[in-house]
Nanobody, 127 residues
Framework: EVQLVESGGTLVQAGGSLRLSCKTS????????IAWFRQAPGKEHEGISC????????YYADSVKGRFIISSDNAKNTVYLQMNSLKPEDTAVYYC????????????????????WGQGTQVTVSS
């Protein structure tokens, strides 16, 4: 019943921008935290960003801070990831995930908090 569906991944040139969407359904979105993760071949699974739906608090990994912006549209039950100044190193499958317990501040990036995951969307950044 709980579903998260990512969209927006595509091929983009280095220095360009892209916006990913995560549409949620089947749960009380406004009471959850939603995070973006990414997985690239040969690299560790990485938490990118998180937003707490109740108050809009946001968190970012150092690797994307200043380049990516997470936001939400509660009326649409959708979370967005605006990706700017893209680099080839950003190439990965991007996943969104929902934490029904809310936010876990300093450890928001740990997989164990997230009960529901989307199927992923591929982002490829060409040099």
């Amino acid at each position: 019943e709980v579903q998260l569906v990512e969209s927006g991944g595509t091929l983009v040139q280095a220095g360009g921008s892209l916006r990913l969407s995560c549409k949620t359904s089947g749960f009380a979105y406004e009471d959850d935290a939603i995070a973006w993760f990414r997985q690239a071949p040969g690299k560790e699974h990485e938490g990118i960003s998180c937003i707490r739906s109740s108050d809009g608090s946001t968190y970012y990994a150092d690797s994307v801070k200043g380049r990516f912006i997470i936001s939400s549209d509660n009326a649409k039950n959708t979370v967005y990831l605006q990706m700017n100044s893209l680099k080839p190193e950003d190439t990965a499958v991007y996943y969104c995930a929902a934490d029904p317990e809310g936010i876990h501040d300093s450890t928001w990036y740990e997989d164990r908090w997230y009960a529901h995951w989307g199927q992923g969307t591929q982002v490829t950044v060409s040099s």
